[in-house]
């Protein structure tokens, strides 16, 4: 597995794509987070089907991105490259996660199953609300538009009933709102979620303390 390492802060931060393969938005926001301080691993979830995969945002990139994440498994097999990223942290680092799409399911996933993880945030994840079997293990927190043609928002709201303490944000965008290269891209809600998203991520992992700072 391929993964875009950028990064040397004293945090932790894994980025999960959309669909659309490790492309140049998803580079573009592990930079990002990298400029915040955080070192970031973003693996290639397609890789187990078909190295370099890169797509744009056009009909075509969309159905050839659904067949691949058809092709890998939406679910198994990119949590064990999750596991996998984990693992390249080192042990007293504290590790968030983000994901977007795809991504922000397997985030909701992490949430359930990785507990070492410090806290999860998921953009437009549209199979979470087939996904609250089991309680989150870590502070969670959701970003959707109102006007997304690809989930039902009404279905969403039930993940507040079931799970009170998961941070649900709606905004005035549609599908894919946090990327520069869509066409629903919504700057002020893509600006409003990502600081949502930091201070989520600032209240529960703390960048460890060394030297006689760690012993007052």
């Known amino acids: 597995m391929r993964v875009y390492e950028v990064g040397d802060g004293p945090r932790g931060l894994i980025v999960l794509q959309e669909i659309f393969g490790l492309n140049s938005h998803i580079r573009a926001v592990c930079d990002g987070f990298a400029r915040d301080g955080f070192r970031v691993v973003s693996p290639a979830l397609f890789d187990r089907v078909e190295r370099g995969v890169e797509l744009g945002y056009g009909p075509e990139d969309l159905k050839r991105g659904s067949e691949l994440a058809a092709r890998v498994g939406y679910f198994e097999a990119p949590m064990l490259d999750v596991r996998a990223c984990l693992e390249l942290f080192p042990a007293d680092m504290p590790v968030s996660l983000v994901g977007y799409c795809w991504g922000g399911t397997l985030a909701w996933l992490s949430a359930q199953q990785l507990p070492r993880l410090k806290a999860c945030v998921g953009y437009y994840g549209g199979r979470i609300t087939s996904l609250l079997d089991k309680p989150p293990l870590v502070p969670v927190m959701l ?44 700057a002020a809600s893509a600006a409003l979620a990502r600081r949502r998203t930091l201070e989520l991520i600032e209240a529960h992992a703390a960048p460890p303390h060394h030297g006689r700072d760690a012993q007052a």
Do not use: M
Not at 145 to 172: A, L, M, S, W
């Open 143 to 186: 970003h959707f538009g109102k006007y997304d043609k690809h989930i039902d928002i009404e279905g969403t709201r039930v993940i507040r009933q079931v799970y009170p303490q998961v941070q649900v944000f709606e905004y005035e965008a549609g599908h894919g709102f946090n990327c520069d290269q869509r066409a629903d891209y919504e």
